[in-house]
């Protein structure tokens, strides 16, 4: 119920920007955030966004990317800009949704893979 796109390969210093939209039957999407991991480590928190747009970024991405989000399309974005071989890795979205509880959910991964 979390459907990612938008990852691929790039060049350094390149850009991509992903997009994760939830689906199903909710009252509200809460908070919305990015994950990555990469071959060998662990997944780790990128960005993520309150449902009143309040951004945090891990240091490492901080004046590189931009999380956004559509609230009347329940979309999360993370524009990735000045991408480094380093942000190689597979992206996942992460969602707290409320049903009858708020509970976590996870998207597909997408690859995003930065050649130097």
């Known amino acids: 119920q979390l459907q990612a796109s938008g990852g691929g390969l790039v060049q350094a210093g390149g850009s991509l920007r992903l997009s994760c939209a939830a689906s199903?039957?909710?009252?509200?999407?809460?908070?919305m955030g990015w994950y990555r991991q990469a071959p060998g480590k662990q997944r780790e928190l990128v960005a993520t966004?309150?449902?009143?747009?309040?951004?945090v970024y891990a240091e490492s991405v901080k004046g590189r990317f931009t999380i956004s989000r559509d609230n009347t399309k329940n979309t999360v974005y993370l524009q990735m800009n000045s991408l480094k071989p380093e942000d190689t890795a597979i992206y996942y979205c992460k969602s707290f949704i409320l049903r009858g509880t708020i509970d976590s959910y996870w998207g597909q991964g997408t690859q995003v893979t930065v050649s130097s």
């Open positions: 199903g039957s909710f009252y509200s999407v809460n908070t």
């Open positions: 966004i309150t449902r009143q747009y309040v951004p």
